[in-house]
């Protein structure tokens, strides 16, 4: 579903659905946001993060993204939250399956790709670690901001690789289990949330080519970090779904 960016002026007089998001780069976060609109088929307007615009700040009480507003109801933040009202504003196609159970393995899998100590928490934290050590990772200026903002700790940053390591290696034994069983998904014969979740998140291992994700190049490079650990548990066939997720239900190339 293609959607404009606007300035957050007219964002605050508008009534439909707007979303701040980050500018310019593949943020999982932002990009399964949008991801989500688009499957659903819902028409919406970006407005991009900007931290020096205080109508923005006070407009969308935090000065962060993805923040997802419709009409005057309070903002949306965390992906959780943000999915729930896309659910309640458009039901069909639901992106969470019907039966409780696998609903509640739904919300698990989401949990460990976008939440707090999650696949994508974790390789920023890595990313953030490598950077304040000079081997890689995002440049010290930035890694200092997210640093404070996230939570590193010299123990924290050094265990981020581990942490990231083992959700990889349990996307990868859900993925191979389902392909053994007939489906290139991870929850049954469809498309959920959680696929767009992970398709998102490998950005911050293996961005996308510049031809269909024109991001800044610090950050890619930042993003392409690479280490012996983490490359062993990047097994192909999360890659392979990823591009799989943006050939059959995603957008390219990426809006940033």
């Keep these: 579903m293609p959607f404009e960016y606007i300035d957050v002026e007219t964002a605050v007089q508008r009534d439909g659905l707007r979303m701040v998001v980050v500018g310019g780069v593949p943020s999982p976060w932002s990009e ?3 991801g989500i609109l688009h499957i659903k088929g819902i028409a919406w307007a970006a407005v991009r993060l900007a931290y020096d615009n205080e109508t923005l700040k006070q407009w969308a ?4 993204a993805p923040v997802l507003m419709v009409g005057q109801e309070r903002p949306r933040r965390g992906w959780a939250d943000i999915l729930l009202l896309a659910e309640r504003l458009v039901p069909t196609p639901s992106l969470l399956p019907e039966d409780p159970a696998q609903r509640a393995l739904a919300f ?6 976008c939440g707090e100590s999650g696949l994508g ?19 010290e200026r930035v890694a200092k901001y997210l640093g404070k903002k996230y939570g590193h700790s010299p123990e924290a940053g050094a265990a981020a690789a581990k942490r990231a390591t083992a959700v990889l290696g349990m996307l990868t034994a859900r993925l191979k289990a389902q392909r053994e069983a007939g489906s290139p998904y991870y929850i049954g014969d469809s498309v959920t949330v959680v696929d767009v979740y992970s398709a998102s998140v490998l950005a911050l291992f293996r961005p996308l080519p510049h031809d269909v994700c024109p991001m800044d190049a610090g950050v890619r490079t930042a993003f392409e970090t690479r280490d012996p650990e983490t490359d062993a548990a990047l097994d192909p066939i999360l890659l392979e779904h990823r591009d799989l997720m943006y050939a059959r239900h995603l957008a390219l190339p990426l809006s940033l």
């Design 108 to 113: 698990g899998l989401a949990h460990e790709l």
């Design 61 to 64: 009480v935090e000065l962060s």
């Design 121 to 139: 928490w974790s390789r920023r934290l890595q990313l953030i670690h490598a950077g304040l050590h000079n081997s890689g990772g995002f440049p």
């Design 32 to 34: 399964a946001a949008k």
